[in-house]
């Protein structure tokens, strides 16, 4: 099907909810084009949900009865700090998902698909998925992409599904997603430090050195001094 671009959605479900007399929020209106991920379909069948809520003005707080209770822009900021590798401020934005009440599973899956985007445009430039984003989130994607590795992407996208992954059952619910801001802020440092000083790698024997204290060739069978 076509995808229809979240600035378009946007001010498709705005005139309906206008043709229905129902203010939603703006913030609102972005969730459902996000999650609707460009489906017109999908988009309305949400919108459709919110307001068999019988209200007339849908805030935040009204739509989290339907909607999964996250946000866009912490996901964004969330990435910010992993750039940075700031794991101080990415241990505190976990307290601060804690307190707001965000649903820290659809987070993750946030999480996930933003990184994904950030791999796509690394791998196939910014116009493999400018369709479904707006232009300053499509901006600030393309700034990580440009900073982080593929690699380092890739290993991002692995911490984040097991993260996810990690959040069912786990004992001290935020655990797995603080795990994953530590590790992740230092997957940049791991790959700067040489080979040598790294847990188990294997060295570069030292050099022979000579009698007469000058480097010679390392041989296996090297004779015998007489």
């Known amino acids: 099907f076509h995808r229809v671009h979240p600035k378009e959605m946007i001010a498709r479900l705005k005139f309906l ?3 229905e ?9 972005v969730t459902v084009a996000r999650l609707s991920e460009g ?3 999908d988009a309305e069948s949400l919108l459709e949900q919110l307001f068999s809520l019988g209200e007339k003005e849908i805030t935040e707080d009204v739509a989290a009865l339907v909607l999964p209770r996250t946000s866009w822009t912490l996901v964004l900021e969330f990435l910010d700090v992993i750039d ?20 820290l599973t659809q987070f993750s899956s946030d999480l996930i698909e933003m990184t994904r985007k950030i791999l796509l445009m690394k791998v196939a430039g910014s116009q493999s998925v400018a369709s479904s984003l707006d232009s300053a989130t499509a901006v600030q994607l393309t700034g990580y992409a ?16 097991k993260a996810k992954a990690g959040l069912k059952g786990a004992s001290v619910p935020q655990l797995p997603l603080e795990i994953a801001v530590v590790e992740g802020c230092a ?11 790294l847990q188990g790698s ?15 060739a390392r041989t296996a069978d090297a004779p015998n001094a007489a």
């Open 17 to 19: 909810g206008e043709q």
């Open 21 to 29: 007399k129902i203010k939603v929020d703006a913030s609102v209106l």
């Open 39 to 41: 489906c017109v379909r």
């Open 84 to 103: 940075r590798r700031d794991a101080p401020a990415g241990l505190a934005l976990i307290e601060r998902l804690i307190g707001e009440g965000i649903d």
């Open 146 to 161: 440009q900073s982080m590795s593929q690699a380092r992407i890739l290993e991002l996208i692995d911490l984040f599904i």
């Open 187 to 197: 997957l940049e440092m791991r790959a700067e430090t040489p080979a040598s000083q």
């Open 202 to 216: 294997s060295s570069v024997p030292p050099p022979i050195l000579g009698q007469n204290g000058k480097m010679g």
